[in-house]
Structure formats: structure tokens, C-alpha cells
């Protein structure tokens, strides 16, 4: 059984930087597709930052440039690095492991003001 624990949200001013990091439990960690979503109020959840197992990393065009994907194998942790944080960007972040399953991460509040 998997399971996913988001930290590192909270409340940061516009142009402020917050970085979230998701440990799972077990041993796919390494096999696994690991990502980052993110659900406003009133909006359907969305795509933000995906890291594959070899590497390969995919970002929504909001988040370029400013949001960073990252892994530690040994710790058997993601990352997500968010720079340059917009009012926009204000959301529940959810944690995400994909291999022929899904699992999902309970959430994280992310809130940036303006």
C-alpha cells in the first residue's frame, strides 16, 4: 500500500517562493511516475509538473519557468520548487505516484497574496 504525505504549503506574498515535497512509502518509488496537481476553488484539479522515472519532466504553461520538479531516490521524496508565486497559483497541491495505479496525496494549501 502506498501512501503519499505533502508538506511545505502555506501562505507567501506575491513574488515569494515555496517549496513542497511529498515522501511515499514503498519501494516503486523508483519505477514511478511522480507528479504535482493543483485544484482552485471553483476549478476542475489540473496538470501542474510530472517527473518520470528516467527523468524526463513536463510542466503546465503557467508554471514554466518558475515551478521546479525534482526527486531523491534515497529519500524516496518529490519536489516541487515555486518560484516567482502569482495570486493565480493559489490552490490545494496534491501529490501524485503513477505506475499501472494512481495513488494521490491528501493536499496541501497553497495561498499567495497579493
Known amino acids: 500500500q502506498v501512501q503519499l504525505a505533502e508538506s511545505g504549503g502555506g501562505l507567501v506574498q506575491a513574488g515569494g517562493s515555496l517549496r513542497l515535497s511529498c515522501a511515499a512509502s514503498?519501494?516503486?518509488?523508483?519505477?514511478?511516475?511522480m507528479g504535482w496537481y493543483r485544484q482552485a476553488p471553483g476549478k476542475q484539479r489540473e496538470l501542474v509538473a510530472t517527473?518520470?522515472?528516467?527523468?524526463?519532466?513536463n510542466y503546465a504553461d503557467s508554471v514554466k519557468d518558475r515551478f521546479a520538479i525534482s526527486r531523491d531516490g534515497a529519500k524516496n521524496t518529490v519536489f516541487l520548487q515555486m518560484t516567482r508565486l502569482k495570486p493565480e497559483d493559489t490552490a490545494v497541491y496534491f501529490c501524485?505516484?503513477?505506475?499501472?495505479?494512481?495513488?494521490w496525496g491528501q493536499g496541501t494549501q497553497v495561498t499567495v497574496s497579493s
Open positions: 501524485v505516484m503513477r505506475t499501472l495505479t494512481t495513488w
Open positions: 517527473l518520470s522515472s528516467s527523468g524526463g519532466a
Open positions: 514503498g519501494s516503486i518509488f523508483g519505477t514511478a511516475t
